[in-house]
């Protein structure tokens, strides 16, 4: 990979996220909502790179990415869980086909809120985020990405919703056809996807069976 980054900071987002400030590879540029590929820079991981998405400003001096812990996978985000301040990491160059392009609907789940997160704090940094709905499923209130931050940025605009275990605030349905027919009267819009597989790919189908262009519809391919 082309780049070497420190790792500066780690703290909890949530029970099985992290948040990791690193330095910011001279010359790296990309658009809100791309991703990298990050390896860690030690004997026998440096060939297990993933994708993850700087959730930081374009222009921030340094990186910002947010890491879910996956125990029953193949043991890379739980080792980057065990990192510390001080360890580096392997970057490559930007990629990525989610990018912003113009004001739509937000649909995410799990962790595919982040690609989300980068563009709508750029959105508010030029303040154009005023026509900008996030629709976000969880398992759980706990699970939440930045809630805090996400409900100031959208008020009324941010609709979270659990798939478990709910409570006061939170819908408590998936996100499926029914929930859009009933929650996106306006289909006339960019839609953003972001989330597991199986669920980019229901609402895909979901949003093509009501007559949303694939033009309209903006995922990672």
Sequence with gaps: MEHRV????????THDVKRFV???PEGLRWKPGQGVEVAIA????QDEGRPFTPTCLADDPVMELTVKEYPD????????HRLR??????????????TYRGPGIFLAAGAGVTPFLAI?????E???LDQCVLHFSNKTPADVLFEKE???????RCHLTCTEKSSPGYDDRRIDRGYLEGEVPDLERTFYLCGPPTFVDDLRSALRELGVSGDALVFEE
């Design 126 to 128: 030029v303040e154009e």
């Design 42 to 45: 030690e004997e026998g991981w």
């Design 6 to 13: 420190e790792i500066l900071q780690i703290t909890f987002v």
């Design 73 to 80: 996978r193949d043991g890379v985000t739980e080792r980057l």
């Design 120 to 124: 709508l704090r750029n959105l508010e």
């Design 150 to 156: 996400l409900r100031w940025l959208l008020g009324d």
């Design 85 to 98: 301040p001080g360890d580096e990491l392997l970057m490559s160059e930007p990629f990525g086909t989610i």
């Design 22 to 24: 690193t330095t910011r």
